[in-house]
């Protein structure tokens, strides 16, 4: 029997459940389908596809060493299943579960209901924590971490479905995907991120919990793995496993703080990925359909600023500045500069959502979209965090380094006034000139933001549906999740509360 194993994110051979079930079945035709409906979406950008493509090419050497073609067809999933079925005679498919954005969730059902009609088995199994069909959160966290201590699987030993052109790997130039300059973005394939997990263990993690809030010290300090992840050239459980093994290795100190920190993240992982899982709609609808009490705007002067970087708030434009030349920002400025979108500049976080989902080479849509209304104010259980971007520049470059590296206009001011260039009495030399006055005051705007979250949460009838989102999505008094549970819990103090 053939069997045709359908990759999506999850561009490996080792500890692949997919492929390793279709080892058992017979000879294998391993296929990924470039989606030009797929690719053209908003939040799909060539920075992404690039790193995808690398990863692809390493995948093809790797399956090339044990004697399998990686097959690569450019086309929608329907047609070109449809097609490689009838020519290789594939008796049945087999895949991981993704959980993807609305359009590959309606695609996953388009292919359903072709597969049944086909009369093709289409088979699909856990590649991570997440649980489909899950009725609720209990016992969730028990089921995620049993997952995680399973057996890694090897990389099969594998007979190929002979006969088949592999295909070449379209550029993103031949997908018609825009331009996107990103000179520093991290490049992909699963032997690049074998060496980022190694050296995270072994030498760049030490400082983990204390360097990742700022985007200075997390560049390095981070485990950087987020687009290996995302895009499945490592797995969870392998770095979830490796890292417990250096766990027991250095159990105490910095690093034991460290390690423990950097596990807590990777169960968040799958924790908000759960969240898109159970609802695919948080892509486009408020979490809580009463959580503000005025439509956000879509002032495109603001929308052009912020994506620019030039909204005149000194540290909030490095940080976005920083993202489209790399496709990556440390966690905490991720939060910010999406805080900072939605409450001072009243934006649409959905579409300022998709800016950051095509800047981001590491998109899962998963953690993304329950992120972004997290940091908006829109889920109704999440105490509203309204960063101040002044505050987080004093805060996370005191010195101001990586600011003046990302605002070389900035250079005559001062170091006192750097963050905030409009106190600088000198500051008529280059405020309107070389760089934009604050397009907002940021004290009047969080103000109005304040009381606009507020005024929606002491409205009658927000608490039951608060409640009901709780009850859905919120976590079980697990000390990981300190930041997504119950508001009428109190949060312990721990790696993931943000103060501000």
Sequence with gaps: MNVLVWLKRDLRAHDHPALTLAASLGPVLPVYIVEPSIWSLPDASARQWEFVSESLADLRETLAGIGLPLVVRVGEAVEVLDRLCRQHHIARIVSHEETGNLATYARDRTVATWAKGAGIPWTELPQSGVTRRLPDRDGWAARRDGFMAGAILPTPALRPVPGVEPGQIPSARALKLPADPCPHRQLGGRTRGLDLLDSFLTRRGEPYRTAMSSPLTGERACSRLSSHLAWGTLSVREVVQATAARQAERPGGRWGGALSSFQSRLAWRDHFIQKLEDQPSIEIRDLHPQAITRPRETDAARLTAWTSGETGLPFLDACLRYLRATGWLNFRMRAMVTSVASYHLWLDWRVTGQHLA????????????????????????????????????LDQDPTGAF?????PELAPVPDAFLHE??????????????????IVDIATAARAARDAIWTARRAPGFAPTAAGIVQRHASRADARFVNDRSPRRRAPSAQLTLDL
């Design 358 to 393: 095509r800047m981001f080479t590491d998109y899962e849509p998963g953690i993304h979209w329950p992120q972004v209304q997290m940091q908006s104010g829109t889920t109704g259980i999440n105490i509203p965090r309204i960063y101040n971007p002044v505050k987080q520049g």
């Design 403 to 407: 600011t003046r590296r990302w605002l």
């Design 421 to 438: 260039p409009w106190k600088w009495p000198e500051a008529r030399r280059l405020l309107g000139q070389r760089y934009p006055e604050p």
